[in-house]
């Protein structure tokens, strides 16, 4: 089992930043990749970034983050990070910090939320 907490959501105004935080703990040596998703009120949930914790590289899913957002990881730390700058009012969403490892199995942070007011 891994666990994640994350951490680093609230209230922030338009052009505004916020880091979040997603420390993993428990079986971490199975994990192949972290990422974030977010669900905004009355949408699906929509895959944002990923790391790959092997390569260290990044995959972004989602367009409307390009140039603004970005996932590091620290492994010593077990730690993925979600840098996001310029942020809109469409970015308000609960923030869910997920890992899935290597045995086919996904772990699911508790979300934390990111409200941007303009």
């Known amino acids: 089992q891994v666990q994640l907490v994350e951490s680093g959501g609230g209230l922030v105004q338009a052009g505004g930043s916020l880091r979040l935080s997603c420390a993993a703990s428990?079986?971490?040596?199975?994990?192949?990749?972290m990422g974030w998703y977010r669900q905004a009120p009355g949408k699906q949930r929509e895959r944002v970034l990923v790391?790959?914790?092997?390569?260290?590289?990044?995959?972004n899913y989602a367009d409307s983050v390009k140039g603004r957002f970005t996932i590091s990881r620290d492994n010593a730390k077990n730690t993925v990070y979600l840098q996001m700058n310029s942020l809109k009012p469409d970015d308000t969403a609960v923030y869910y910090c997920?890992?899935?490892?290597?045995?086919?199995?996904?772990?699911w942070g508790q979300g934390t939320q990111v409200t941007v007011s303009s």
């Open positions: 428990g079986s971490i040596f199975s994990t192949n990749t």
């Open positions: 997920y890992a899935d490892t290597r045995y086919g199995a996904r772990h």
């Open positions: 790391a790959s914790i092997a390569t260290g590289g990044t995959t």
